[in-house]
């Protein structure tokens, strides 16, 4: 029963949200529509890469997880681009890193710190993780110091932030290398040592080879289709309600794009499944950062107009200052409801403080 | 014999701090009784409170030393307040937090380290705390920078730090859940084992259940009065010396408001109880961060004008270099005299350095 | 064979670069000949410092290794001052900085890394070093703070500059007291146990004790001439090739004047002495920013005019990432290749930047 009304409801909320923004019908309705559908779809889109990643083998699908993990965000993205909303694209980059690394990692440990007095992982996979946040902020903060600081060119900042986007990328596809293949072992999760591979196999697929790439397909598809609906209604939505761009991108955007991953880790974290929690929070904030963000600025150069890698003070602090506590929690390899709170208490000042601006 | 002495000397330099304070005296005289007095009183203070927590039982007992440790700053704070000083607090709060995490645990390490070669404590502990500081840093940070970049209005700002101040005091009640309750045993302290108390009831009370209450009454009240005598020749002090409210605020008060809990801290250290001296130093500016400030913006707010929360950029920035190194040394749960010299030479350079503005 | 060819080329060197300079060849020329002979120099030295270290026995030759160590960027420095370059002195302290911290810590951990899947290191000592590259930054970043936030005076920011120096050289040498004397054992390598003195004596001294000391006194002189030679060519060829000061003293300066510990260091991680290879990395960063920089600012204040210890933001900013990556990396006392990926993902990063201003 419970298996049939997950598809039921994808394909209800994906027509309405179609119906809403065909029809036209009131802003505020479509932007709830979309964001619902959004929701439903970006789960589809993960269950059916899970599936084809499941028959691809370990390392390709492991790669392929990899990099559709995002795929919800880095759609809205590209549909944010087009419209030239650069502005939108790096408070979403922003809110998804923050969003992963303060709700989704606070959420996770809180409640699985209420469940389990103290949950453990591997603490040097915390560790390298640690390392490459450090990398994601230093190369999104010293473009904008340069420019903050030195006359630099337009033509100066695009080129560097080319160049830095070339090298995060070398960098996050050196990272599936040496995790999934030179160091694999080394980063095996401790809190698993019985059912190994808790994190990629978690749904064990239901669906054949054949069907789960024609699934994925299809909800490639889709993803685009709602995100283009989503992002159609933000505008006016921002206007409506006296928010600033800012706000909508870093909170809205970004919390309907990665609901999908916010509910799997929180349910991982509640199963004592916590090292596979904190990949995937962490990880995710990782992706966002050393792969999707770069991508995007590539993507920008070729569709003619490069978006600079140049983040506002704001977002830089709030970067910094997720990826500081983030760090300052898991380095140490256990979990507790407290840091859990530490987390989304950050988490609720930054939140207000994009509010009030 | 010596017990007797100290009762003798806190009346003596209570009345003579009376006395000049009521007959006018020379304000350096005045400043220097005063400062005496408050050190001595604060000593008789802390001796009660640690008495009647030892009769409340553990856990209110816990909750009381927690939060009447810190009663002296916060009355002279109180008071500052109510004389419009916010410079001077917000200094003397940067003080008391940099003087306890520098001052405090630097001679704490130096001192033990010289004695013992290496001293150990519970790095789980130390672990969290620095995460606690890290949030701490944030909160501060947070609205100073929003101020700086955006325009935002007084308004917006105030209410900001009613928000932020709001949310410190849940989440340092949270600590005391956490750590009194939830997670009392998981962060007892190594260096302790055989004798389980050290920190709580280092002093058995001398005094009866009675007595230690009609005793805290008397030391709140003594508290308050000399503070007040010598929050009223800071100035005329600041102005005949030539220093600045910071210097005045950040080294002067902090360092006399805290000079009970300096000297306990480098006792215990240097009897090899290093787990509880790193706890009250650390513990002590926490509280100070996570419930002296924002209950002063609080109190504030009540009394009619609300004090905002933005330190300045020096502030901040002694904060930070504080909590940063702080933290960089207590991370691994074992201290050496070098690592207190380090502090200290931290302190040594703020120090200078706000003399010299 | 290969013992006959160093001294050849050494004194080949040394004589072209002496011809290229005194008949005036082409610039290029002269700064590439000397270039090459102030590396070849610097070798030199570097084995004559070891090889008196050895006959001074232990604690005074590690004071001189500790103190020699960084004799050739010491010399160069003093050349800059007298020519009154601060600005390039300050952009080769940063380049030392950054380039130990991380081309040379990079590249052996690389290197290390590509033989040895993980290699481990003396944790404790790692997070000592953390510690004092934390005092190091806080030591710069404060005087900058101070200028740009309050009006201080020229004076001010001098008296401030050598009281900040003098702290450095106290915290210097009594971190040589600590690691020499009282905590040695302590700090000893893990990765070493087998052949206890790897990093001191790599090399068993060739020559005699007189010898070595003549060689010393001749090395000395070497690298003044070399180190005159190549100073008198950065000018003219930073105007040739339209290179900014920051980029020839941050990048071309401290390469070459750090190339002997550079290639020491990754030769040592290739045979697994992975935690001498890091000690010559971290060691040597340390040296510059506790000893070098502060022994510079008195040296100016002999010469008459004292160099102030501001610098700019953004050699700060590329301190403050270098330090805040390599103590990310570092900390856990164990290592492999991709660590040492990113260590030179952030070098790229921040010569690019530097090149593009």
New interface residues.
Partial sequence: MKKRLKPILLILTFLLSAAGHFAGWNTTVQFLLSAIAVIFVAGFLGRATESVAHYAGQRLGGFLNATFGNAAELIIAILLIREGLYDMVKASITGSIIGNLLLVLGLSLFMGGLKF??QRYN??LA??N???M??SI??L???A??LN??S?TTE?IK??SL??AG??I??YL??LV?SMI??KE?LADVSDSNDEDALAHEHEPAWSKKRSIVYLVIATVMVAFVSEWLVGVLEPISHQYGLSELFVGAFLVAIIGNAAEHSAAIMLAMKNKIGAAVEIAVGSSLQIALFVAPVLVFISFFLGNTMDIVF???EL?AIG?AV??A???T??G?S????G??LL??Y???G??FF??
């Fill in positions: 007095k103290i603490a040097t560790s390298l640690g390392s490459l450090t990398l230093i190369a903060f010293i473009p110091v340069f600081t030195h630099i100066g080129m560097l160049i830095v090298i995060l070398v960098a050196a990272w040496f030179t160091h080394y506002t003070t704001l602090l200052v500081f506590i760090r300052s929690i380095q140490d256990d507790n409801w407290y840091e709170l530490l208490a950050v609720i000042i930054l207000v403080s009030l601006v």
